[in-house]
């Protein structure tokens, strides 16, 4: 198995000689930066095991199974609430979000999985994706078929590096940011190919929710080595405005220590 190792994706210190965090497991370490207590996966695979090896939805299968038979009824109440939730309220964050910033033009979805959300995107948008897992691009370009975009099967600062500056609307990361190994250079870049005003939509993990302090080792939000970042309110606004984005809407019921996720709507700044 091959490991990188990561600085702190927010400040930049190198915490090798720290004592790993209780949050390890395996040969997967966690670290809590000294400078600034992000925690982050310090020993992630390379993008290139990511394109088939350790593709999402492949880990998450295995972890939803490995969590049904440790506790049955917890994991059936949990999926259930999980369903309500995605049915009723979150399914429609995106698209409430999406309508009410008359998000029109070109749409950039970075890590875009299968496309379900490029596909659901209004008719006045023209959809594009990044998504690294091959199997998922090839549905994500099935979904955006016909509508003017693409996807681009390949790491995000890679596929970025295929756009103008200032060619989208805008580009969302929804269960995106939490993947990825270098945080602060891909937002730097979504900053680039962000036209002036143009809007990015977050969405992440919040590692300050009640759940996660509760159920701390066990907290749904730990996916070995899925999940490289575990964000709380303050590291992301830090990393955003690090890289060049100002912060448009991240009031407090987007950030709800209930909710196991929050929202963030940046801009890249302009006139
Ligand atoms: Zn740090």
């Not at 090896?53 to 949990?78: C, G, H, M, Q």
């Amino acid at each position: 198995m091959t490991h990188l190792h990561r600085n702190c994706p927010i400040c930049g210190a190198d915490n090798r000689s720290k004592a790993q965090s209780r949050y390890s497991k395996g040969e997967w370490v966690i670290k809590e930066c000294s400078g600034c207590s992000f925690v982050y996966l310090e020993n992630p695979p390379p993008y290139s095991d990511l394109e088939e090896n350790f593709a999402w939805e492949k880990t998450f299968a295995k972890e939803s199974d490995r969590r049904r038979k440790k506790n049955p009824v917890l994991y059936w109440i949990s999926s259930k609430n999980k369903q309500f939730k995605a049915n009723y309220l979150k399914r429609n964050k995106l698209q409430y979000l999406l309508r009410s910033l008359r998000v029109r033009g070109k749409v950039l979805e970075v890590g875009c999985a299968g496309g379900h959300y490029l596909k659901a995107l209004d008719e006045g948008c023209v959809p594009f994706g990044i998504e690294i897992s091959k199997q998922l691009a090839k549905m994500a370009e099935e979904a955006v078929a016909g509508r003017g975009g693409k996807v681009i099967n390949s790491s995000s600062l890679d596929g970025l590096a295929h756009f103008k500056e200032g060619t989208f609307d805008c580009i969302i990361m929804s269960a995106y940011l939490e993947h990825e190994i270098q945080p602060r250079e891909v937002l730097k870049e979504a900053g680039r190919v962000l036209k002036p005003k143009g809007r990015l939509i977050i969405k992440v993990p919040n590692f300050n929710s009640i759940n996660r302090v509760i159920r701390d080792r066990n907290w749904c939000g730990f996916r070995y080595p899925d999940h490289v970042n575990y964000f709380t309110p303050r590291s992301l606004k830090e990393v955003l405005k690090g890289a060049g984005l100002s912060i448009e809407k991240f009031g407090i019921q987007d950030r709800m220590p209930t909710s196991d996720n929050m929202w963030l709507v940046a801009a890249r700044p302009g006139r």
